[in-house]
């Protein structure tokens, strides 16, 4: 891939942002099912999605008795991300945590996950002393960025990185032992 074509894919990503993250929703959810359907065909897999967003939960999943509370985010393998922003009251739900689904930047096909979360019992790791998210477009009259209160950044370097869907199931799912076939 030549840099213009490069270019012209990150600015469509941009663009088309709703696209790309909707893609990506039902690839890691293929996977991740096809995943839990290889293990026994007989588990009991729900996945919830959230109609209206506004605690930062994307998904709910309920494998047998083991729930998660998922907020999915993207990064391009060509992006290191140094943050996601994460909403203080998600971060208190227990078995809440954040998936990245890292993708290729010329298919949009998954690569590789990272992590960020505790035990399906337990709070995400205490975000609300980190730094505060400030709006990246929004600005106050004077140019000042706009601070979202209720937000707070969870450092890319704190995340269990490059994970195949296999060794994410182990961090989604601790408790659950595979199944002979």
Known sequence: MDNFERED??????????????????????????????????????????????????????????????????????????KFSVRVEFAMYPGACIVVVHHSLRDIKPTSYSFYGQGLDQEMPYIEAHRTTVSAGRRTASGERIPRLRYRDALFSKFKQNLSMAQLMIELFPNDQPRPL
């Open 9 to 82: 894919r990150i600015e469509a990503l941009a663009e088309r942002s709703t696209h790309v993250e909707n893609v990506l929703r039902h690839a890691f959810l293929a996977e991740l099912a096809s995943h839990v359907w290889m293990e026994d065909p007989r588990e009991r897999l729900t996945i919830l999605t959230a109609e209206v967003d506004d605690s930062g939960c994307d998904l709910i999943i309920e494998r047998d008795v083991m729930v998660r509370r998922i907020q999915l985010k993207q990064a391009h393998d060509e992006k290191k991300p140094r």
